[in-house]
């Protein structure tokens, strides 16, 4: 691990100038990811900024009837939230499926949606990787890529988003907040808030540099049922091979977004019209234009039962 300074922010500002005056600098609060990767040296921030006494670890209520998650909410705290569970039940389902109970005590709502991709090339340094090298080429093209994307992808980059919990928020339509080195705010809708590949696959988001999250706000509930389910290759601790999340209404329509797919939580607002005719009709337009490779073909098909069999359940009387 390379030498770094470190310090600890007293205020959501002060972290996010603190990152603004040090470029590489990076905000620190479970390292659950972060950690590991500086052991590995893939990343070597000059600065690492502590912000876990910033206030930011409350669930509240908004006025709008949705809830404001803070930023160091614990993925364990999130998961069990009574409210949660009654009104979000996809996310508190998607939490529980991700990693494992030890890792769960200790990583927080904005580092989940921050966490670097599992890809086997992007963790090894003697490998070609444009995620962690820019215009370095993509091993995994062409190399093993069973688990990577086969929608959204590019040329430069076939990694997928591990997090469980960005796929349900993904679904939710929630909305990120943010604070800058100047105390400005504001919020990111999450459908705009991850970026595809396209050249710039090390670009992964649209926070600004030196930007902090600080919340994540969901709207008012939904309704009808909740799934989150996550095809993998053990039962614990691993990563999606697909993962569906989906809320059923009572009268057969709904949302359903999917992980495990894309280099970002994968929805398509247009497909849910489709649910009432049924997975096949919604997959057609959910992963259309998808160019699986000769590893992951099998993806398509395994998105498409895992939806009918959450359809068939979430219209069950």
């Known amino acids: 691990m390379k030498a770094f300074t470190y310090q600890r922010a007293r205020t959501p500002a002060e972290a996010a100038l603190a990152a603004e005056r040090t470029p590489g600098s990076r905000f620190v609060a479970g390292g659950t990811n972060l950690l590991d990767l500086m052991k590995l040296e893939i990343e070597t921030p000059p600065h690492l900024i502590d912000v876990n006494h910033l206030g930011l670890d409350r669930i509240e209520a908004t006025p709008q009837g949705g809830l404001r998650i803070g930023a160091q909410v614990l993925n364990v705290d999130l998961a069990g939230d009574a409210r949660v569970r009654r009104d979000y039940g996809v996310l508190s389902r998607a939490l529980l499926a991700g990693a494992s109970a030890q890792l769960r005590n200790k990583a927080t709502t904005a580092g989940n949606l921050l966490q670097r991709t599992r890809c086997p090339y992007f963790y090894d340094t003697a490998q070609a990787c444009n995620k962690r090298v820019p215009g370095s080429g993509c091993s995994a093209i062409g190399g093993y890529n069973r688990n990577h994307a086969i929608v959204g992808h590019s040329e430069a980059c076939i990694a997928t988003h591990p997090s469980d919990?960005?796929?349900?928020?993904?679904?939710?339509?929630?909305?990120?907040?943010?604070?800058?080195?100047?105390?400005s705010t504001r919020v990111?809708?999450?459908a705009d808030f991850y970026?595809?590949?396209?050249n710039t696959p090390h670009i992964e988001n649209t926070l600004a540099a030196g930007e902090l999250i600080t919340a994540v706000t969901l709207?008012?509930?939904l309704g009808g049922?909740?799934?989150y389910r996550k095809v993998r290759d053990r039962a614990s601790y691993?990563?999606?091979?697909?993962?569906?999340?989906?809320?059923?209404?009572?009268?057969?329509?709904?949302?359903?977004?999917?992980?495990?797919?894309?280099?970002?939580p994968w929805r398509v607002p247009a497909?849910?019209?489709a649910m009432p005719g049924g997975a096949h009709a919604v997959v057609e337009r959910l992963l259309a234009g998808a160019k699986p490779t000769d590893q992951n073909a099998f993806k398509v098909p395994l998105v498409e039962r895992t939806l009918a069999a959450v359809l068939a359940e979430g219209r069950k009387a």
């Open 219 to 221: 709207p008012a509930p």
């Open 238 to 264: 691993a990563f999606a091979l697909v993962s569906v999340a989906a809320v059923v209404l009572p009268d057969g329509s709904g949302r359903v977004a999917l992980g495990g797919v894309a280099h970002k």
């Open 225 to 227: 049922r909740h799934f």
């Open 188 to 190: 990111i809708p999450i």
């Open 195 to 198: 970026r595809l590949p396209g």
């Open 165 to 183: 919990m960005a796929v349900a928020m993904q679904l939710l339509d929630a909305g990120v907040e943010t604070v800058r080195g100047d105390g």
């Open 271 to 273: 497909a849910e019209s």
